[in-house]
T-cell receptor
Framework: DTGVSQDPRHKITKRGQNVTFRCDPI?????LYWYRQTLGQGPEFLTY????????KSRLLSDRFSAERPKGSFSTLEIQRTEQGDSAMYLC?????????????FGPGTRLTVL | GQSLEQPSEVTAVEGAIVQINCTYQ??????LSWYQQHDGGAPTFLSY????GLEETGRFSSFLSRSDSYGYLLLQELQMKDSASYFC?????????FGTGTRLQVFP
């Protein structure tokens, strides 16, 4: 296993379309996180899973965003009715989890451009 | 609310030492992390402070003072490849809250 992978790496879509991104975490990691990053800013937390359970979702996340991790392995992030403000890099990260701090390993991201 | 402030840009020459500061207005966090991100790349973990004091990892050291709401990343023996953006982040529950980021440019 070489790390966290994300697909696609780039997505261009028209406003109003739906898009779905996939993240494959490091295999033994039970925690999976989604972040969004715009140019010149730090990553912004969106949501995270422990195994298949979605434990927290940012209040900034509108109802147009939904994430799943059905079998506790890969995860998908769907954005419905995309808006130009959704244009950003969407980063996925994973960690082992547990009671102590564990570093998060980030994937290469999916860059979304909404026209 | 919670915010982490960093200088937007720092410049230095190869071989020098640079300190990147992080001041925060948040409470109840587990610790302070530092991540490096090259242009077009993914953030990668550098260092973590759970307790006050200095943590050293090779050329990089990180410091935390909860009483001063302050931390810093110290990079020694700078190399050209250290040119990147650096983010401090607090761990709150299990998520990371990132700072504004500091772009480091290393010149020959």
């Amino acid at each position: 296993d070489t790390g966290v992978s994300q697909d696609p790496r780039h997505k261009i879509t028209k406003r109003g379309q739906n898009v779905t991104f996939r993240c494959d975490p490091i295999s033994e990691h039970n925690r999976l996180y989604w972040y969004r990053q715009t140019l010149g800013q730090g990553p912004e937390f969106l949501t995270y899973f422990q195994n298949e359970a979605q434990l927290e979702k940012s209040r900034l996340l509108s109802d147009r965003f939904s994430a799943e991790r059905p079998k506790g392995s890969f995860s998908t992030l769907e954005i419905q009715r995309t808006e130009q403000g959704d244009s950003a890099m969407y980063l996925c990260a994973s960690s082992i989890g547990g009671n102590s701090y564990n570093e998060q390993f980030f994937g290469p991201g999916t860059r979304l451009t909404v026209l | 609310g919670q915010s982490l402030e960093q200088p937007s840009e720092v410049t230095a020459v190869e071989g020098a030492i640079v300190q990147i500061n992080c001041t925060y207005q948040t409470s109840g966090f587990y610790g302070l992390s530092w991540y490096q991100q090259h242009d077009g790349g993914a953030p990668t973990f550098l260092s973590y402070n759970a307790l006050d004091g200095l943590e050293e990892t090779g050329r990089f050291s990180s410091f935390l003072s909860r009483s001063d709401s302050y931390g810093y990343l110290l990079l020694q023996e700078l190399q050209m490849k250290d040119s990147a953006s650096y983010f401090c982040a607090v761990s709150r529950t299990d998520k990371l809250i990132f700072g504004t980021g500091t772009r480091l440019q290393v010149f020959p």
